[in-house]
């Protein structure tokens, strides 16, 4: 799961006795059942970026969806999926923001 190591390293790097406190990231295990994530992006390229919620929907047992809006990025999905949220986040702060399609689709 080189992704942990990878988010471990990004928090070690924005903690400066305060981000940690006030801002930080949140995983929780849901109910319904799954995961769902929550990562401040303040004083990163994402901070002013928006991002309406994106979801893939196989079926009711696999699925998962983010959405990133106020230095916030927020992902949930199923209980397989919590790998697949972090790698998204990861993918946004290394690649930048998806481009939309043109009209013509290409």
Not at 24 to 34: A, Q, R, T
């Amino acid at each position: 799961m080189e992704i942990l190591t990878w988010l471990q390293a990004w928090y070690v790097a924005r903690c400066d006795g305060e981000w940690e406190f006030r801002e930080g990231i949140k995983l929780l295990s849901v109910s319904n059942p799954g995961w769902s994530v929550e990562i401040n992006v303040s004083d990163t390229l994402l901070e002013d970026a928006c991002i309406p919620l994106t979801q893939f929907h196989q079926s009711a047992t696999d699925w998962y969806g983010y959405f990133l809006e106020d230095a916030l990025f927020v992902g949930s999905g199923d209980p397989t999926k919590l790998e697949v949220i972090l790698q998204v986040f990861r993918s946004l702060l290394e690649d930048g923001l998806p481009v939309a399609s043109s009209a013509t689709g290409l």
